[in-house]
């Protein structure tokens, strides 16, 4: 990915982090594996977990957790490259709102549905409590939760988006990936939307494709994803 300018760039933009929490097993310890997460309509990182797993039970005991996001793409030299640790309190959602979320984390994630009848698995938030930012040289430092605002205006209308999207202009999620990733899949599927981009997945890749200027309203992104398909169409025919 292009590195973002900010911390909530950063995160809209990543998928998985190491997940850190307080082990029950060895206390005074912290147990980190890696872990997908999702934003939820309040910009709260979202993870699918069983409770079997040691996360789960040590969040059981002490929900002080950190999630540390970075570029798998800067493996060659990860210290060059952005990363943020998100420090936070878990919770476990409540079904009305684990209903909403997991349709979100499904698309992102599509072999989390394999589990969404097991009894074992379920979700959990990260409420933050303070955030640690290193964007590049000269831009490192701690920012308090209100000064990142990740909340998605466009939660209650976002599957409809996608949905259209990958219905009826599936062509046009195609030519994003040919112009503005450089690549041509076999397949390709929108997956969410919000006021600064939209996801997708090509072949199994995620992409990130940002917006010029924020679209917080369905109109407003409609006429983002026009604007970006003919400056791609124009660009081809050059």
């Known amino acids: 990915m292009n590195h973002p300018r900010t911390a909530s760039e950063f995160l809209r933009a990543s998928r998985y982090g190491v ?3 307080q082990s029950r097993s060895l206390p005074g310890y912290p147990f980190g594996s890696i872990t997908p997460y999702v934003l939820s309509a309040t910009g709260e990182p979202v993870i699918y977990i069983s409770t079997l797993a040691e996360h789960t039970r040590n969040i059981a005991d002490d929900p002080r957790v950190s999630l540390t996001v970075f570029d798998p793409a800067d493996a060659a030299d990860p210290q060059a490259g952005p990363r943020l640790t998100f ?3 878990a919770y476990r959602l409540a079904p009305s709102d684990a209903a909403a979320t997991g349709a979100r984390y ?7 549905r394999a589990y969404a009848d097991t009894h074992d698995f379920a979700f959990y938030a990260l409420r933050a409590v303070r955030l640690r930012f290193i964007g590049g040289f000269g831009q490192i430092g701690w ?7 990740l909340r998605n205006p466009l939660a209650e209308v ?3 988006i996608v949905e259209h999207m990958n219905r009826d202009h599936a062509d046009a999620v195609h030519t994003y990936c040919r112009h503005y990733f450089g690549v041509d899949p076999g397949h390709a599927e929108l997956v ?3 006021p600064h981009g939209i996801d997708m997945v090509s ?3 995620p992409r990130r494709l940002t917006f010029d200027t924020p679209a917080d ?3 407003a992104v409609r006429g983002r994803l026009i604007d970006m398909l003919r400056q791609a169409r124009q660009a081809t025919a050059v």
């Open 203 to 205: 072949d199994g890749t």
């Open 19 to 21: 997940l850190a929490t």
């Open 158 to 160: 976002e599957a409809d």
């Open 192 to 194: 969410g939307v919000d």
């Open 143 to 149: 920012i308090e939760p209100d000064a990142v605002d």
């Open 106 to 112: 499904c698309r992102f994630f599509p072999a989390a």
């Open 217 to 219: 309203t369905a109109d």
């Open 87 to 89: 420090l936070a309190d």
